[in-house]
């Protein structure tokens, strides 16, 4: 039993930090660079003319406020197609906070071994590259894949506080907040679809919301992970001494049920699968708390539950049969033609990835496009796989595959960790929050193609990254 419950913790790889952290900078490669770093590090910390240390500091506080600003932005309509501007945010906060540091800012990073799962993911991206059959198009994903790798050690080094992490996930929530809010507006007046996205021969036609993304899919991507990170706050906010707190939590979960209710409205079929996984992690934390602490209540609990789901049910059917019509479709086979056409691309891409299983086709959308012409079936043209395991085998290989699903088991085990840590509730609440909204992407990600998309990528690192800090994470 014992080793069971050290299980987790294996998981996160902290036993090994400190061995990695030594052998990292002590390795041929990286010790004669980390020398000149700390050289000229502590030469200009110390001039007068750079304050010592203060300009650093400034600068530092700036890369901070960059990070704040990129997913205050994340859901801007001119970014839906301007990707490029999301990423030299990303970037010129990455190079501002290496200026601060080497002009004596205060704020460092030290070596992690989960570091090692992501740099082998990269790793995974860069050999696929070169042993591509399409190395232009190649080289322009690794890019991307690069921009991505850089940002999750952005968020990991700007968020170390508590009080920093809180910052960027109000701002992020604030802007789904207003992203939602357009959104019921759009339902309000009855917007008009931007493209065909259901099949009249099985569904009936409704409202589905796009907001300021232009596509309902893409929309429930980006709300799927703030729904729950937003239920965390408001159960941080319950387990703190502030004297509002009830005020703040009362907030939260308005604004958690808000955005739910927004995704629904995309109609989004993954995003209705992304729910309900979600709300099964959320119930499945709830009765193991119950049962260690007050086990008489699982009992209760669970029948309130499953009257709450047959509830819920009869009510979609009784007063929303086109939202009953939509969700039922997902379990319509190959008679949707939304069905019909994802398993025709997973078929084509699963034939893509026995043949390509060692190192994948090479990273990015242009290069699985060239390849994929190979293998589909007539008609059924495509930009990606439509399921985020078979687009990393696909791309990357089995090296790409194992690395993937190490880091996201490296994060849940952290969260696994920062849940169960009796001595910091509030952690706990939002180690809940940021577990369940991995899971929710991840879900929809296996249906869905708006994963890779920067309006949900962005988001994805910053949960990895804030989970697997929260293992170490100071309190302010």
């Not at 700036?62 to 030299?88: M, R």
């Not at 207003?178 to 009249?200: F, M, N, R």
């Not at 990170?229 to 009362?250: E, R, S, V």
């Not at 390849?371 to 930009?383: E, H, N, P, V």
Request: charged share 10%.
């Amino acid at each position: 039993m014992s080793n069971l419950q050290n299980l987790p913790r294996l998981f996160t790889l902290a036993n090994f930090d400190q061995a990695c952290k030594e052998n990292f900078e002590n390795s041929l490669l990286v010790s004669p660079l980390l020398g000149l770093w700390q050289s000229l590090r502590e030469k200009l910390s110390q001039s007068k003319a750079l304050m010592q240390g203060k300009v650093g500091d400034l600068l530092q506080s700036g890369s901070f406020a960059l990070v704040v600003l990129l997913f205050t932005v994340l859901a801007l309509p001119q970014f839906a197609s301007d990707k490029e501007g999301l990423a030299l945010i990303s970037l010129a906060s990455l190079m501002l906070f290496c200026l601060g540091r080497l002009l004596g800012g205060k704020t460092t990073r030290a070596v992690r071994a989960s570091d090692m799962l992501v740099l082998g993911y990269f790793a995974a991206n860069v050999v696929a590259t070169f042993a591509s059959h399409y190395l232009p198009e190649s080289v322009k994903g690794l890019s991307k894949v690069a921009i991505y790798i850089l940002s999750y050690f952005l968020f990991s080094a700007s968020l170390q506080t508590r009080k920093r992490l809180l910052t960027v996930l109000s701002a992020t929530l604030f802007t789904g907040l207003l992203v939602s809010l357009y959104g019921l507006y759009q339902y309000k007046i009855g917007v008009a679809p931007l493209a065909t996205w259901e099949d009249p021969t099985v569904e009936s036609s409704g409202t589905r919301i796009f907001s300021t993304l232009g596509n309902p899919n893409l929309l429930a991507g980006y709300l799927i992970p703030l729904a729950p990170i937003a239920g965390g706050l408001g159960l941080a906010a319950l387990a703190t001494t502030y004297k509002w707190k009830w005020l703040a939590a009362i907030i939260s979960f308005g604004v958690a049920a808000l955005i739910a209710v927004a995704t629904v409205l995309t109609g989004s079929r993954g995003g209705f699968l992304a729910l309900g996984a979600m709300a099964a992690v959320i119930v499945l934390a709830a009765v193991a708390v119950l049962f260690t602490r007050k086990p008489k209540l699982v009992l209760p609990s669970l029948i309130g539950i499953a009257l709450l789901v047959v509830g819920g049910g009869l009510a979609v059917h009784f007063l929303a049969p086109t939202l009953e019509q939509r969700v039922l479709s997902i379990f319509d086979g190959t008679k949707h033609s939304s069905n019909a056409y994802r398993m025709y691309v997973w078929i084509a891409s699963y034939k893509m990835f026995l043949d390509n299983w060692w190192f994948g086709v090479g990273p990015g959308n242009t290069a699985f496009c060239l390849a994929y012409g190979l293998y589909m079936k007539s008609g059924f043209d495509a930009l990606g796989t439509y399921c985020v395991p078979l687009e990393v085998g696909v791309e990357c290989g089995i090296g790409g595959i194992f690395f993937f699903f190490a880091i996201l088991a490296c994060a849940l085990a952290a969260g696994h960790m920062a849940f169960w840590r009796s001595t910091d509730k509030v952690g706990s609440a939002l180690a809940l929050g940021l577990a369940t909204a991995l899971v929710g992407l991840m879900v929809q990600g296996c249906v869905d193609t708006v994963f890779y998309r920067p309006q949900v990528h962005f988001i994805f690192w910053l949960i990895i990254a804030a989970l697997i800090g929260l293992m170490d994470q100071k309190h302010d």
